[in-house]
């Protein structure tokens, strides 16, 4: 990066008195004024020392620490090493053509004079060329801050998704286990069925570590085989219906959010009601939006829980990964409980 700002300001620094010196030839015929060898000379002298002493000004800015944000006191501290320069470039012109004597000797101006014509005549020059230079610091400087703003908010992004992930895994696992060891005694062969799917859907979850978002295809195997486990504890209480639009499945959506809320219907829905329930999980397509639909019977008793680890994480990892564009709702509907999740296409 200080490498290609380094190209650029060569660049800029010489491309920008070329121009100068191109501007000033066209005037100079616009006008019909006659480019003589001497007007050359001055015109040559005028731009190696400008070049040469805005170089040395931005030397000068990066030495004594004035680059933007300029504040208090380093105004002051500018002002005299614009000033300096200004002078200095001044004497070093006036004294040049004074003593190669590039200058017509029938309107011969002295030397304090023409250092006064000088200083009037080239400051401007030098003074938009300071404002150039710090106009593009500021871009610069405020590009390098948006720049770090978005790493920043990236690296947080990724540290919360982690952190939240972290809490899935350990979460998931313990409900897991208890599902299998309820059949140790009772069902070994089904026991270790239930230890192969407790493995797969680990392997699956090692790999979510990973990414931020998966396929619902993905996602929906690691939901089939956690309700495989369930079933176990469950049995006929626990009922299941997949209505999923084939088009859905290839849609991004965060990986084991779909198994949390499946695991929230179980817990605060089927597992309290002594007949048990149904679970019903949608997935369409609805006003150019993907709806991923979980509903379990039961109902909402007064306020929902915001700081349950299901809702919680749920809402934080769709505002981490789509922001505004996708929404999270639960509610009753019909003898049954609704979380919906909207999220873009």
């Known amino acids: 990066m200080a490498t290609n700002n380094k190209y650029a300001y060569w660049w800029c ?16 015929k616009t006008f019909d004024q006659v480019i003589t060898p001497m007007v050359i000379n001055r015109l040559s002298l005028s731009i190696i020392l400008g070049f040469l002493f805005t170089h040395l000004l931005r030397h000068c800015i990066k030495q004594f620490n004035l680059l933007p944000p300029i504040v208090g006191k380093m105004w002051v501290k500018l002002s005299l090493v614009i000033v300096s320069i200004c002078i200095l ?14 200058y017509d000797p029938k309107i011969k101006a002295t030397v304090p004079k023409r250092f006064i014509f000088n200083l009037f005549d080239y400051s401007p020059i030098l003074l938009v060329w ?124 965060p990986p084991m959010m ?10 605060h829905g089927i597992s309290k009601r002594i ?5 019903k999980i949608i997935s369409d397509f609805v006003d150019n939006h993907h709806e991923l639909v979980v509903q379990n019977t039961g109902q909402l008793e007064g306020v929902v829980n915001a700081d349950g680890f299901g809702i919680t994480s749920t809402y934080n990892r769709l505002n981490l990964l789509f922001g505004k564009k996708a929404t999270f709702k639960l509610k009753n509907i019909e003898g049954m409980v609704e979380a919906k999740i909207i999220m873009p296409v």
Not at 89 to 102: A, G, T
Not at 275 to 279: A, K
């Open 258 to 267: 779909l198994q949390t809320l499946v695991e929230n219907a179980i817990k």
């Open 13 to 28: 620094q010489i491309g920008g008195w070329v121009f100068y010196a191109s501007v000033i030839i066209f005037f100079t």
């Open 89 to 102: 470039y001044s004497i070093l012109n006036s004294s040049i053509v004074e003593h190669l004597k590039w």
């Open 130 to 253: 300071v404002s150039i230079y710090y106009v593009w610091h500021y871009i610069l400087s405020a590009r390098t801050n948006e720049i770090d703003r978005i790493r920043l908010e990236s690296l947080v992004k990724e540290l919360e998704l982690k952190t939240i992930k972290s809490h899935i895994n350990p979460h998931f696992i313990f409900n897991a286990l208890n599902s299998i060891r309820a059949l140790v005694d009772e069902n070994p062969q089904r026991a270790r069925n239930a230890i192969t799917e407790l493995s797969n859907i680990l392997r699956s979850s090692m790999q979510a570590e990973k990414i931020e978002t998966t396929t619902l295809e993905k996602e929906l195997s690691i939901v089939q085989d956690y309700l495989a486990l369930e079933s176990i504890r469950f049995e006929d209480r626990l009922k299941v219906s997949f209505d999923i639009d084939e088009d859905t499945k290839d849609q991004p959506v």
């Open 275 to 279: 007949n048990g329930g149904e679970i």
